[in-house]
């Protein structure tokens, strides 16, 4: 039997992502643009952390089905871990991708580029929540990595053109996340990572 799980997003790069990694346990996940009448919630909170549960608990309150919900981002360290949790709305307008990586490139004009280029990390973070029991679990996942000079790619969203992945001793060396293919990013990525983590307490519900 296909249990259904709601991953409350509307972004389709990161529902298209979560399927991908839900294909070997056979389970549906529904995003909030197959749900009519889902609610809006706002992402007012000042960590991954606490978006992260914000989104799980109204939608599976509402919903009264497992919910999957994710806060994720870009942190700069030059920019302080900027745009952090605004990445979506870094420029100004929420998922604009394209404004977003040039106001990167504008923030980070006045700073001399460094050797090794100017490090950052994908942060994800990932809450589920059982509305039959009230029971709730978060993990995280990152990759490192440093910004590129210019957008390469075309394999991905959001940020993924100007991330070069760093992760030692791989083949995916020097790569942006946009030039990874769905394997590798799913391998190497954040949200990846943070599922992965999650997989014990994903599959005790799926069993059940």
């Not at 998922?95 to 004009?109: C, K, S, T, W, Y």
């Not at 791989?170 to 590798?184: F, G, Y």
Request: aromatic share 6%; with cysteine; hydrophobic share 40%.
């Amino acid at each position: 039997m296909v249990r259904a799980i709601i991953f409350a997003t509307k972004n389709a790069g990161k529902l298209r992502e979560l399927r991908y990694l839900c294909e070997p346990f056979g389970v549906e996940v529904l995003g909030l643009v197959d749900l009519e009448g889902a609610p809006d919630v706002v992402e007012d909170g000042a960590t991954f952390e606490e978006n992260a549960l914000k989104k799980a608990r109204a939608i599976a309150s509402w919903s009264n089905k497992l919910t999957i919900a994710d806060d994720s981002g870009l942190e700069i360290d030059a920019l302080g871990k900027r745009p952090g949790v605004h990445s979506a709305r870094f420029a100004g307008e929420h998922g604009n991708d394209g404004a977003n990586i040039e106001r990167v490139f504008a923030e980070l004009q006045p700073f001399t580029r460094p050797v090794r280029g100017f490090t950052a990390r994908f942060r994800c973070v990932l809450a589920m929540i059982d509305p039959t029991c009230g029971a709730e679990h978060v993990t995280s996942g990152t990759c490192e990595g440093e910004i590129a000079l210019e957008p390469r790619g075309s394999n991905g969203f959001g940020y993924d053109p100007i991330f070069i992945v760093k992760e030692a001793a791989t083949a995916l060396h020097d790569r942006t996340m946009a030039e990874l293919s769905a394997d590798e990013k799913a391998a190497v990525g954040h949200r990846g990572k943070a599922l992965r983590a999650m997989m014990t307490t994903l599959e005790a519900w799926l069993r059940s």
